[in-house]
């Protein structure tokens, strides 16, 4: 599943140099991570309440093409792949079809004690 975020760039967004801030792309796709899990259907409140947390393990990012204050950008979050404790998640920011930023983001299941766990089978069925 290909899920789709709209994201306006505010003034709060961008540097002196009227462009968004590098470290912001890395919120703009936490965004679209944390609504595609909702719009699958996984309650992470509940999850977290049964011991589970997603976490970010690892981050690969490349800065294509400056955004600017006020452009409507899409954050694109796909699956590339599912194991029994991690999902790696394709994500871009596009900006009138143009890539502007693009991450491979590795994300792991952790136990309430911060630990590595295996996902529930039916969250790994959820997010397959």
Request: net charge negative; glycine share 6%; hydrophobic share 45%.
């Amino acid at each position: 599943m290909i899920y789709e975020l709209p994201v306006r760039v505010y003034y709060e967004d961008t540097d002196m140099a009227g462009i968004v801030y590098y470290a912001n792309y890395l919120k703009f796709i936490e965004r679209g991570r944390s609504e595609w899990v909702r719009e699958i259907g996984i309650d992470q409140n509940a999850m977290k309440a049964e011991g589970f947390v997603f976490a970010v393990r690892r981050v690969e990012a490349d800065y294509l093409a400056p955004a600017k204050l006020d452009d409507e950008l899409i954050v694109t979050t796909e699956v590339a792949q599912v194991t029994g404790a991690r999902l790696v998640m394709d994500q871009w920011v596009t900006c009138q079809g143009k890539a502007l930023f693009h991450a491979v983001v590795t994300v792991i299941m952790m136990n309430e004690d911060g630990q590595p766990a295996r996902m529930p089978a039916n969250i790994r069925q959820m997010v397959n």
